[in-house]
């Protein structure tokens, strides 16, 4: 048996064999005791798998130890196993939660109007500008706590990601005078910009929240529009996704530095 494997081959082989299994990542990474974005890191090659953890697997997913590391590894069966119908329903099951998100409006549009507060006094802060810290804002909190900030969706486009959909929200705010658009002119350039006229309600926001979408600001909200949109534009869930279709939220586990927000190896 041979244990000079990368930790990409190993990832490999362990999500043929749960494919073949017909195990969702969710279901084998409750059965090995894990979280669904270590399993998601595992099988990408991004973070170790510990011996333990291997030994478990083995008997969960019913394979040797020695033919797992055979340099000639491969699924040893007799039966036809249809993995890409496992895999699409593996999706559907898990469509609604991961690619379609309920949008939570109450929390959307305190978050809204906390980061329009907290960048009032920055004239950079534009549409573009805004749905880029949005966007981050969402995304890190769903890497770190695997739990919808906002629940927005949001569409690659060709300056980044921008959330789908929110033009009844924003008319409605516009209309009960919590938020109005100006445009005007930054640097020669025409700008949208948003307005805050009330204050966000703390008492919707928790301290992580808080905390995320400040860390947010505190990276990105001086940066100029092309900036930051050339920015996204490295991200891996905008990078995986085609033009014009909503960014799945689970691709935010396939980050990369200085992208990721969470720390894999800690949690090992």
């Not at 940066?223 to 689970?250: L, N």
Request: with cysteine.
């Amino acid at each position: 048996m041979s244990l000079e494997l990368e930790s990409a081959e190993v990832g490999r082989r362990i999500m043929e064999l749960r494919k073949h299994n017909g195990y969702s990542q969710e279901q084998l990474a409750k059965l090995l005791g894990v979280s669904r974005s270590s399993l998601v890191q595992i099988e990408a090659g991004k973070r170790a798998l510990l011996a333990l953890e291997l030994a478990k697997l083995s008997g969960i997913l019913k394979f040797s130890l020695d033919e797992f590391f055979a340099k000639d590894f491969r699924l040893w069966t007799e039966i036809e196993v249809d993995y890409d119908e496992i895999e699409k329903q593996i999706d559907e099951e898990n469509r609604e939660r991961i690619v379609v998100p309920k949008i939570r409006l109450k929390k959307f549009k305190n978050v809204l109007l906390y980061i329009l507060e907290q960048c009032s006094g920055k004239p950079n802060v534009g549409e573009t500008m805004l749905y880029k810290l949005l966007y981050f804002s969402d995304f890190n909190f769903y890497e770190l706590y695997e739990e919808h900030l906002t629940g927005a969706r949001y569409r690659k486009l060709q300056f980044g990601p921008a959330p789908y959909k929110i033009d009844g929200i924003l008319k409605k705010m516009i209309e009960e005078n919590e938020i109005q658009i100006i445009n005007t002119d930054f640097h020669g350039f025409p700008q949208k910009r948003y307005i805050s006229n009330a204050r966000a309600n703390r008492k919707m926001l928790t301290a992580a929240d808080v905390e995320v979408i400040d860390h947010v600001i505190d990276q990105y909200s001086d940066w100029t529009a092309a900036k930051i949109s050339e920015y996204s534009h490295k991200d891996m869930p905008w990078k995986a996704t085609k033009e014009g279709e909503v960014i799945d939220y689970e691709l935010a586990f396939y980050r990369e530095t200085p992208f990721s927000v969470r720390n894999y190896e800690d949690e090992e």
